[in-house]
């Protein structure tokens, strides 16, 4: 409710929040949704989005809502890449952005032959070619990270670019498995 994202508000000490996102389809997220829109348009957010909803449930709220989310949050790695939402976010024009865009880590990931080929031919890291994989693709990546070289790191992947070969060998390392859910 609106009081609610007045004392987050009152909390973090500002003013408007940059985005905001409904996490899971739990409960009465429509009415929820309803509430993001409210304080969207009341000015005290400047975007509002979903995170980890199916295709079927992000529709539901599009069929529902006045203003269509900005940001579609979801699991996206090239073991799992969210092909579906991608899909479907790119013909609504909402900006998919992606968490555990490097597998959570995975040494498996970071380790895959096809991955540290593609890296070791452009002088970069596996995490550096999975993180512009992802960039080439549309999709906004929230690697994490803490420490200071490797945020160093995921940021210097705008100075190459991967071909067309390199983009579909990544694409077809897909498994459709989620290290999540």
Not at 120 to 131: D, E, I, T
Request: proline share 5%; aromatic share 8%; with cysteine.
């Amino acid at each position: 409710n609106e009081a609610a994202i007045d004392g987050t508000l009152q909390r973090l000490g500002v003013d408007t929040i940059d985005l905001m996102i409904l996490h899971h389809p739990v409960n009465n997220y429509l009415y929820a949704y309803g509430m993001l829109e409210r304080a969207y348009k009341a000015g005290k957010l400047r975007a509002i989005g979903l995170s980890n909803f199916p295709v079927e449930k992000l529709r539901e709220v599009l069929d529902h809502c006045e203003i269509p989310p900005m940001v579609m949050q979801v699991e996206g790695h090239p073991y799992y890449p969210a092909e579906a939402v991608k899909h479907f976010c790119d013909e609504h024009r909402i900006q998919l952005q992606c968490w555990y865009p490097l597998g959570h880590g995975s040494s498996q990931l970071l380790q895959d032959p096809v991955i540290g080929d593609i890296a070791q031919a452009h002088g970069k890291s596996a995490a550096q070619v999975v993180l512009r994989w992802q960039l080439q693709r549309g999709i906004v990546c929230i690697p994490k990270s803490t420490k200071r070289e490797r945020m160093e790191q995921n940021f210097n992947v705008f100075d190459f670019a991967l071909s067309q070969e390199d983009m579909d060998a990544i694409a077809a390392l897909d498994t459709g498995v989620s290290s999540f859910f």
